[in-house]
């Protein structure tokens, strides 16, 4: 497997590899990466798509591609989706798949179409003191020893910082910058998660600086995940003759690791209660989805709190990592990722309007008509003085093709979930939906008065926990995660944000979509090339506007930054040209 640093091969149809015919596969795992995986097989390997079997344990396709519920019982979103132009895998991957709702157009073709017509921004991005919007959002309030800070993480060897945190390497003045309240309401960073992914994160979306305070530089799906993204893509594989095995759950891949090599040589899963397997050659290939940050996700209700449940045994994704990392050092150690759920769990919660007085109140506060069918937040709103640092969405409406009209749909997530709020004396995980909505309209500025009976009739607020949802985030060293295809194997590889690939970031469908392509192209030597990480510090001309922006008004150590990741010298008239001599 090898990048391309141009758009060189990005259209280019690969010779099928020699030795294809006979060969199959087996996915573990139906979320986006294993979906990937089975579409790269078929377009760039010229695999027998009857020859793929994806294998579930849920009765649903899409993993963390989620998007479920009725207008009744209210509907379910445990998560959003920030895409962007760099996503160059993601965006390889969907030109290849039909769009379910344009004619002859791929789905790549139709979020195009949507984000030109309707492209995001932010008119409101966090607000506070009850409904008023942050006075200093325009900036973002970086003190020159932040900036500094900043700037020497990106430049940090990866080994140096093995274990450490974010606490560790940016101080006081940098968690106290609305970069950082912005940023962390973003991405879903704490201060005690991985300072190994706050370098890359910095380092690969350096451009997003630019639009940190507007989010202009977001791409979003006409509808939600589910239907925009997983239901396309698993339509034309089943199409295409791909078996899928829902209810299915892998216990076990044996692997040889007694040789040079690494084979796996037997799948074991339970299905209908029974156990089974299949023996395989290492002509059969496996790819395993390890470790899932929507694992144990638990529902409450408008009258009840979403259960918290921690539970890792037979039939866990996490406890199948644990048997496949036993075997050998190579294949990783889960623990460090889900061993502590204090510390990679939050609340999210979908808002279900019953009447106009929540969509009025949106209204008021973004100036925008939430029934309009454009970009209505164009992303998070974070509410700052949130004890629970509580941010809200309200995208596209509908945001479900079963939505009915006049019926608002609204997600809303607290990074801070185990601390009492500021109008419901409670922390967020033990609130009912109910309780959750009385929040979120005391921080929306809505008359105190008015407030629990518009809780209680005018929403249905479905809350979820997610004990693990930013476990890719938790402090680790280079060799936690297993490589996507191990050292010496032969047919085994790994998928999804619990894989190592270099430099790209976890919690972003590229990161999924990427790790099925380097896996494929390098277990079936595909001579195409996998798409360089784009972005971020790899483009001279948005690293420098995004260290303008930085800057805030004032001068910038930067210089020295663009030089050293550039390594070049002749840039002095383009660093006048942004201030940053």
């Not at 694992?295 to 709190?305: K, V, Y």
């Not at 976890?506 to 990480?533: G, H, K, N, Q, W």
Request: proline share 5%; with cysteine; glycine share 8%.
């Amino acid at each position: 497997m090898r990048y391309a640093h141009s758009n060189y091969e990005a259209f280019v149809h690969p010779p099928a590899p020699q030795g294809m015919e006979g060969r199959s596969a087996w996915i573990v795992g139906g979320g986006l990466a294993g979906m990937a995986a089975a579409a790269f097989l078929i377009r760039d390997t010229g695999m027998t798509p009857s020859a793929i079997t994806i294998l579930e344990a849920s009765d649903s396709d899409g993993g963390a591609l989620d998007g479920a519920g009725n207008a009744e019982t209210g509907w379910l979103i445990r998560g959003g989706r920030e895409m962007e132009e760099q996503f160059q895998c993601l965006w390889d991957l969907y030109r290849s798949i039909p769009s379910l709702e344009i004619p002859d157009a791929s789905v790549l073709d139709e979020v195009w179409q949507v984000n030109q017509a309707d492209p995001s921004t932010s008119p409101v991005r966090a607000m506070c003191n009850r409904g008023q919007p942050l006075a200093d959002r325009d900036r973002l309030t970086l003190t020159g020893k932040a900036r500094r800070e900043i700037i020497t993480l990106i430049l940090t060897d990866e080994d140096e910082l093995a274990g450490k945190t974010i606490a560790d390497v940016l101080s006081g003045d940098f968690m106290a910058s609305n970069f950082w309240l912005f940023w962390r309401s973003m991405f879903a960073f704490e201060t005690w998660h991985s300072a190994i992914e706050m370098k890359r994160y910095l380092a690969r979306f350096v451009h997003q600086i630019l639009g940190l305070k507007d989010l202009h530089a977001l791409k979003f799906t006409r509808y939600n995940q589910q239907e925009s993204l997983s239901r396309p893509l698993a339509t034309w594989l089943a199409d295409q003759g791909v078996v899928f095995r829902h209810g299915v759950t892998v216990t076990n891949v044996a692997v040889d690791v007694s040789g040079r090599t690494k084979v796996a040589t037997r799948l074991d899963w339970l299905e209908n209660g029974a156990t089974a397997g299949v023996d395989l050659g290492s002509a059969e290939l496996v790819f395993v989805t390890n470790g899932s940050m929507v694992e144990n996700s638990r529902w409450g209700d408008h009258h009840t709190p979403a259960p918290i449940d921690t539970t890792i045994g037979e039939g866990s994704i996490w406890q199948l990592w644990r048997t496949i990392a036993a075997q050998d050092a190579a294949f990783g150690h889960p623990d460090v990722f889900c061993g502590d759920t204090k510390k990679s769990r939050w609340l999210s919660a979908t808002v279900t309007t019953r009447d106009a007085r929540i969509p009025e109140l949106v209204k008021r506060i973004t100036g925008r008509d939430p029934f309009s069918g454009k970009i209505i937040t164009g992303g998070p709103v974070t509410i700052a003085d949130s004890s629970w640092l509580m941010s809200w969405v309200v995208s596209r409406q509908p945001h479900f093709k079963g939505q009915p009209e006049g019926q608002m749909v609204v997600w809303l997530y607290g990074l801070f979930s185990d601390v009492p709020g500021d109008y419901v004396k409670k922390p967020m995980q033990g609130c009912t939906g109910e309780e959750i909505t009385r929040e979120w309209l005391f921080h929306m500025g809505v008359p105190v008065e008015q407030i629990d009976d518009m809780a209680a009739t005018g929403a249905t607020t479905r809350p979820c926990m997610m004990p693990f949802i930013t476990a890719q985030f938790m402090p680790r060293a280079p060799a936690d995660r297993p490589k996507v295809v191990p050292d010496g194997s032969v047919n085994l590889a790994f998928l999804g944000q619990f894989a190592e690939t270099p430099r790209d970031t976890v919690f972003t469908t590229e990161y999924s979509v990427r790790t099925a392509m380097e896996a494929v192209y390098t277990l079936c030597s595909v001579r195409r090339a996998v798409p360089e990480v784009s972005g971020g510090i790899f483009d001279v001309r948005m690293l420098l506007q995004a260290a303008a922006e930085l800057r805030d008004g004032e001068k910038v150590p930067a210089s020295g930054l663009i030089r050293h990741l550039t390594q070049g010298t002749e840039i002095d008239d383009l660093l006048e040209r942004y201030g940053l001599v």
